[in-house]
C-alpha cells in the first residue's frame, strides 16, 4: 500500500478545537504546517501544541 501525501493546508484542516497536536521528532517542516494551522486561527480554540523537546 502506498503512502498517501497530503498538503499542511489539508493536514490543517483536520485539526478542531480542544485537540492536542504532538509534533514528533520527524516533523520535517513544522513551520509550513504553522503558518496553515494559523491561518485558521479565528475557527479553532484551545488547541495545544507539544513537541518531542517540550
Aim: net charge negative; aromatic share 6%.
Amino acid at each position: 500500500m502506498a503512502a498517501e501525501t497530503i498538503s499542511a493546508e489539508q493536514a490543517a484542516s483536520l485539526v478542531k478545537s480542544g485537540m492536542w497536536l504532538d509534533y514528533g521528532a520527524t516533523h520535517c517542516q513544522p513551520d509550513v504546517f504553522d503558518k496553515a494551522l494559523a491561518a485558521r486561527k479565528q475557527e479553532l480554540d484551545n488547541v495545544k501544541i507539544r513537541s518531542c523537546i517540550s
